[in-house]
């Protein structure tokens, strides 16, 4: 059974890289946002010329970027959303309701210290997760239909 997965959210450690390595062998296709956080900052005011004000800037950056992200999370069978504990990830709860508005597999992958703050995302997903392996399990069980171990 041949899956695409969108890695959304937390782009500043190695878990999507631990993911797609996890997953070698399995029929799963990923795609996420883009990870450099600098292009992903900049594409607006790059491509469509700089603006003084940050808020524009940023939110021509945000309107760009959004062509991806919906095309990816439209295209995908399952979204798996990290949050991580170093910044607020406003993008990635985004996400995740536009997920699960669209009736998307979602699993979530998060601190024990964000549980509360995300109950409502949680609540929308089919199951949270802490470790990229345990999302890799889950995946290779919901392809293979074997057990981990």
Known sequence: MALNIYLSG???????????SGARGLDLYFTSPVTDHDASDDCGV??????ADKFWHDRKGAQINAIRTRKAIADADVIVVRFGEKYKQWNAAFDAGMAAALGKSLIILQPPEHDH???EVDAAALAVTRTPEEVVSILRYVET?????
Request: proline content about 4%; glycine content about 12%; aromatic content about 4%.
């Open 10 to 20: 937390e782009i500043h450690t190695d878990w999507r890289e631990k993911i797609i």
């Open 145 to 149: 239909g074997v057990l981990p171990g």
């Open 117 to 119: 703050a995300l109950k």
């Open 46 to 51: 790059a491509i469509l010329g700089a603006e």
